[in-house]
T-cell receptor, first 117, second 112 residues
């Protein structure tokens, strides 16, 4: 499986500010995703990061709040804009393997732990 | 859309005991079922998965069973160890869809 890294690993931010999270994969992958995991909760998909085109957002998430970039097949960023304490969560990057039979297996990065004061 | 229910939400066992986590799904078109383990402060890690053409799969102390008729699948951990303590998530997805539906997670605590 691909090795996925995220930066920063954690941050404490003031409300009203923005934070950009980076996701780097050690090999080219077709699919990249961003998830949010609120404390003690399951994983909620924010959007699919599409290379060379706009991200596809899930219901309840909008581009103005969570702009996403994907300039190439190994890198993506998620920005959490105009933050409020409700944005305090773990943000996870994931990728999907696209070779062989397991074309639908997702692998996750270590996560970015965001606290908004 | 798909709905995945996971039970129990918390499971406490003694070291050496077995642990079983159960999930049900609603969409009969789902045919891929991964399980993830998330340790404190880390991202979810795939530990085992099963496809709908298989009824059971084992990997050392971990096994997963699938009952397509009843639309449920289970994770079995034998001879539990303290390092098995983590949150476990089941998921279900349709082949070709890269986006699984996750259960709400089970916090497994293994007491030494």
């Amino acid at each position: 499986s691909a090795v996925i890294s995220q930066k920063p690993s954690r941050d404490i931010c003031q409300r009203g500010t923005s934070l950009t999270i980076q996701c780097q994969v050690d090999s080219q992958v077709t699919m990249m995703f961003w998830y949010r995991q609120q404390p003690g909760q399951s994983l909620t998909l924010i959007a699919t990061a599409n290379q060379g085109s706009e991200a596809t957002y899930e219901s309840g998430f909008v581009i103005d709040k969570f702009p996403i970039s994907r300039p190439n097949l190994t890198f993506s960023t998620l920005t959490v804009s105009n933050m409020s304490p409700e944005d305090s969560s773990i943000y996870l990057c994931s990728t999907a393997r696209t070779s062989g039979a397991s074309t639908d297996t997702q692998y996750f990065g270590p996560g970015t732990r965001l606290t908004v004061l | 859309g798909e709905n995945v229910e996971q039970h129990p939400s918390t499971l406490s066992v003694q070291e050496g005991d077995s642990a079983v986590i159960k999930c049900t799904y609603s969409d009969s078109a789902s045919n891929y079922f991964p399980w993830y383990k998330q340790e404190l402060g880390k991202g979810p890690q795939l530990i085992i998965d099963i496809r709908s053409n298989v009824g059971e799969k084992k990997d050392q102390r971990i096994a997963v069973t699938l009952n397509k008729t009843a639309k449920h699948f289970s994770l079995h951990i034998t001879e539990t160890q303290p390092e098995d303590s983590a949150v476990y998530f089941c998921a279900a997805s349709i082949r070709g869809s890269y986006i699984p539906t996750f259960g709400r997670g089970t916090s497994l605590i293994v007491h030494p």
